[in-house]
């Protein structure tokens, strides 16, 4: 039987002394079916998880032929995502670990064992909604505001520490951290996984969705992700995909450079204006253009943050030496 493009794309590399396994996407370029370089980089994060996940059975050598004809055929047809992780908040949250107490009870009831019960890829839940602003303008706010929402949710943070060590792949980010997409930003992207599958060290893009519809914030610094329902993140959390039409791709150009007194803010906004007149519900939007080298860190995620405010999936920066940078801040 012929290879698949999983087998035909794994490749390695080394590197300070270890060995890396990783998906190469030329693969599909050298089977005559697509030019890589002509690719949008989101399109080509989502080909590389098809190609790194290809099963045989979710996910098959016809759905990574369909995206990869990306552009060529009206983009027709459907593909399957499986995010490297999922990032929840506490209000929308706190019902997916529910549901994965439920499934422990419900197999404990029928004598199994409880511990197979995880979530199969990272789960992050960033308690940062629970917050009520009591006192204020006093030296004293933060602290008495933070002793009442502890006594307020009590029994709900007990439960959310109790699932910190009862689940595997699952961790609670403590209140008073900040808010879920800068934390998510500034602690829990990489930018790039590196995790151990079938004994091999493999390296590829970081990708979530998460319980937010600002969650497209981290798509700032080139780790493509997107808010989802409430039954979207538990499937993704269980190692299910969510399926969705072959998105279409609006490129903006950035040009120039902001003028002197402008902002992010301002950027972002204008941004928003030209997009809600073009239309981009449902649609991917990528930035690029030599303008992209002027724009920050903070001002990308600005402007990604805005992706629910101009109708789109998500504002997708790829990835380039400014996002890597990540990795210098000290936050």
Request: aromatic share 10%; proline share 5%; glycine share 8%.
């Amino acid at each position: 039987m012929a290879a698949n493009f999983k087998e035909q794309s794994k490749k390695h590399f080394d590197l300070n002394g270890q060995s890396y396994t990783y998906y190469d996407l030329k693969a599909v370029e050298e089977q005559g079916i697509t030019k890589v370089s002509k690719l949008p980089y989101s399109i080509r994060v989502l080909l590389e998880s098809l190609l790194r996940q290809e099963d045989d059975f979710v996910i098959t050598d016809d759905h990574i032929k369909a995206l990869s004809q990306f552009g060529k055929d009206g983009n027709e047809g459907e593909v399957p995502f499986k995010p490297s992780r999922v990032i929840l908040q506490d209000f929308t949250g706190v019902p997916a670990v529910v549901d994965l107490a439920s499934l422990r009870k419900a197999m404990d009831d029928v004598g199994g064992d409880i511990t197979k019960i995880n979530p199969e890829v990272p789960v992050d839940l960033v308690i940062d909604h629970s917050v009520q602003v009591d006192s204020y303008a006093n030296p004293e706010a933060l602290e008495r505001n933070m002793k009442l929402e502890f006594e307020r949710n009590y029994e709900r943070y007990q439960f959310l520490n109790w699932a910190t060590k009862a689940f595997d792949n699952y961790n609670a980010v403590p209140p008073a951290t900040g808010i879920v997409h800068q934390v998510n930003l500034e602690y829990l992207a990489s930018v790039v996984h590196v995790r151990d599958v079938d004994g091999e060290k493999t390296a590829f893009p970081d990708t979530l969705v998460g319980t937010d519809s600002h969650t497209t914030m981290i798509n700032g610094i080139g780790v493509l992700g997107w808010g989802v329902g409430g039954i979207e993140a538990e499937a993704g959390m269980l190692g299910q995909p969510s399926y969705f039409p072959i998105p279409e791709v609006i490129g903006v150009r950035l040009v120039n450079s902001l003028p002197q007194g402008a902002t992010a803010t301002d950027l972002a906004l204008r941004v928003t204006q030209e997009l809600r007149k073009k239309g981009v519900v449902g649609k991917f939007v990528e930035f690029f253009g030599p303008g992209v080298q002027h724009l920050p860190l903070a001002d990308r995620a600005t402007i990604a943050n805005m992706a629910p405010e101009y109708g789109a999936t998500c504002g997708f920066f790829p990835v380039d030496d400014e996002s890597l940078k990540i990795y210098e801040v000290n936050w």
